[in-house]
């Protein structure tokens, strides 16, 4: 078993409230687990207004395809239009 393990740093330079905030989290978790079906959680900067870090887990039996679904999750935030800036991502994959 594979458990991969991703998160995404997202910057939101327009955004003045938790509430915005919470918004835009909201619709790219939601568009990420019904395109992939990958847990999403919102997992640090929970406090701070104009940064938003997300969690993503996928399990599955195969590495390359643990690592080709994160990857492909990270790819459409990347090519998202939305009321944030994409800054980094970190992707690993635990063998279990």
């Known amino acids: 078993m594979n458990v991969g393990i991703c998160k995404i740093k997202l910057r939101l330079p327009d955004n003045l409230s938790l509430k915005g905030k919470r918004q835009v989290v909201k619709s790219v978790t939601a568009r990420l687990k019904n ?36 990857s492909k999750a990270v790819e459409m935030v ?12 970190q992707i690993e ?3 279990v």
């Open 35 to 70: 395109k992939f079906n990958v847990s999403v959680a919102e997992v640090e900067d929970n406090d701070l207004w104009q940064l938003a870090t997300i969690g993503l887990s996928f399990v599955s039996n195969d590495q390359r395809f643990t690592n080709e679904v994160l």
């Open 78 to 89: 990347v090519n998202s239009q939305g009321d944030f800036e994409f800054l980094d991502y």
């Open 93 to 95: 994959i635990l063998a």
